[in-house]
């Protein structure tokens, strides 16, 4: 089974953090749109595999269009590939997109899962994010949602923030707890260069957190949202019981995927594509592309990137039937000191971190490349 991906790079405002790649003409929607269904034609067999599991609307701010366009996309998918066991349709909203009117036109599609955009609930964050909404409005449309029976929730949150107080939080977080969303997903702020908050560091207007800190809220983060139920099952990500992100696990997985818009990635298994087009390019039908053959190290490389920062870690006995014995041992040899160290576990033909030193994963993972 393969994913597909909607890549809606359009965003109203920026945010103080982010250096994905987003447009503010939100004028140009309908014409990329039109484009998303020419390239979607175009590169139907791009993909090996022609059932898909699940479907996602990212970006930028997929909220933004209209709920009759969302769901002609899908439709359009359904025509062209076997959708008849998608278990789960994506879109990532922003939280003041999310009017009763919306909502009421979501209905209509066959959106059946909502990602929100929410980041914090202390508006002092948000404004220094330069986030669109506020606190309150994140809330309502948690109910809002709820109440038009949505059952499939996630809100992102960032932690590892400087200069709003040791509580922000530990309120956040409890806020998040209350809301009873089936899944969160944590991130680490993070100072790209060429984003405002790069801006405001070299200006020294913003001192990022120590590693102490960081390290002290990724294990509050941890901590609560484990004593309040929920799976910690990858590295920045949290789930209820049986609510798992199917569409982020099947990356993880190293399922074939199609990414359709302007800045989206593909991958089919031994192949990974891009769109470099700008939205404007795009919008005019001019999509150009790069892409890169993967070799079997570059494979397994990946593979060892993308299981460790699971709960379920590296499935040795898959190692040595994909690739050889060698590099099971290799991979093996070069965990003995992370397992000395109690940072990587090897137990019943796994080798795997315990989640509560996700925070070294990066390290761990670099070390054990072919
Ligand atoms: S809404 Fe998302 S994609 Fe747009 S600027 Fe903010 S973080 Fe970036």
Known sequence: MAALYFHIPFCKRICTYCDFYKVGAIELIPKVVEGMHKELEG????LKERRIASIYFGG???????????????????????????GEITLEANPDDLTEEFIEGLRHTSINRISLGVQSFDDRVLRFMNRRHTAAEAKESVA????AGY??????????????GDYQLVDTLNEAVALDVEHISAYHLTVEERTRLGLMVRKGEYQPVSEERSEEDYRLVEDMLVAAGYEHYEVSNYAKAGCRAKHNSAYWQGVEYLGIGAGAHSFSGDNRTWCISTAKEYAEGDMRYESEE?????????YVMTSLRTKEGIDLEYVKSRYNEGECLRILESAKGWIE??????????????TREFM???AVIESLFA
Do not use: M, W
Not at 144 to 147: N, P, Q, S, Y
Not at 294 to 302: I, R
């Open 144 to 147: 809002r949602l709820r109440k």
């Open 294 to 302: 993967l070799s079997s190290v570059d494979h397994l490389n990946e």
């Open 360 to 362: 070294l994963s990066d």
């Open 151 to 164: 059952d499939n929730i996630s809100i992102d949150i960032i932690f590892g923030v400087a200069g709003f």
């Open 60 to 86: 930028g701010t997929p909220s933004l269009l209209p709920p009759e366009q969302i769901e002609r996309l899908i439709a359009h998918a359904c025509e062209l590939f076997d959708c008849s066991e998608v």
């Open 341 to 354: 160290r109690g940072v990587l576990r090897n137990e019943y033909s796994r080798l795997y971190i315990p």
């Open 43 to 46: 590169r139907v067999n791009y």
